[in-house]
């Protein structure tokens, strides 16, 4: 099994909107790499990877949903196999459902996953986010999902927004939540994600900054 990155968090941190700026950062980084994206919502069946697989074609990046994305049957199946596509993979990026709601789906996999050579799973934080504005809020929902995924997170992402009303004063004042998350749980920051037209302003001011597109918008957008 190659690498495999775990995306997690609370619904509506932002957690699809990074997985495709990460998957085609990486793409980028490693253009000769089998990089594929497995969207593992079962439990929101808007705002999903599942929406982006002419995207993710382009790139080369095989895109995996679960068995009626983008059909009219809202019935929670998958009907792929993790340790197959794992195996056929030199990174395997998981966009998993909100909250412990979502990570169920991935705690039955939790032993395939274990055998992976790196495991790295990541928790988004957005500090905008109603239930997750406080480090404690936060901290306390990122325990949930791990009990659920029967998974420990190795890392936090910091992807703070507004949305469109997002400005560099969001995103300079998120820097101590996540930095007081990190704290608490023991855990690296690994990405603060920036919105494109910010980052020449900010890459210097934050910490691990990575430039995203904004591809997941809500329909009045």
Wanted: hydrophobic content about 45%; overall charge negative; proline content about 4%.
């Amino acid at each position: 099994m190659g690498k495999v990155i775990v995306i997690t968090g609370h619904y509506g941190a932002g957690k699809t909107n990074f997985s495709i700026n990460l998957a085609l950062a990486l793409a980028l980084e490693q253009p000769q790499a089998r990089i594929t994206v497995c969207d593992l919502d079962i439990v929101n069946p808007y705002f999903r990877t599942a929406d982006h697989a002419e995207l993710f074609e382009r790139h080369g990046i095989k895109l995996i949903t679960p068995l009626f994305a983008n059909t009219s049957l809202d019935i929670p199946a998958l009907g792929f196999d993790m340790a197959g596509e794992a195996a056929q993979s030199d990174l395997l990026i998981l966009d998993v459902g909100g909250d412990e709601q979502g990570a169920i789906a991935l705690g039955r996999y939790a032993d395939v996953l274990g055998g992976a050579q790196g495991l790295e799973m990541l928790y988004v934080v957005n500090r905008c986010r109603k239930l997750t504005e406080s480090p404690q809020e936060a901290l306390e929902l990122m325990y949930e999902i791990e009990q659920a995924a029967r998974l420990k997170h190795t890392g936090v992402v910091n992807n703070s927004n507004l949305g469109a009303l997002t400005d560099e004063e969001t995103l300079l004042r998120s820097v101590q939540y996540a930095e007081d998350i990190c704290r608490e749980a023991g855990l690296p920051l690994r990405y603060t994600a920036v919105r494109s037209e910010l980052f020449d302003a900010l890459a210097n001011k934050l910490p691990c900054p990575l430039k995203c597109e904004v591809y997941v918008k809500p329909v009045w957008e």
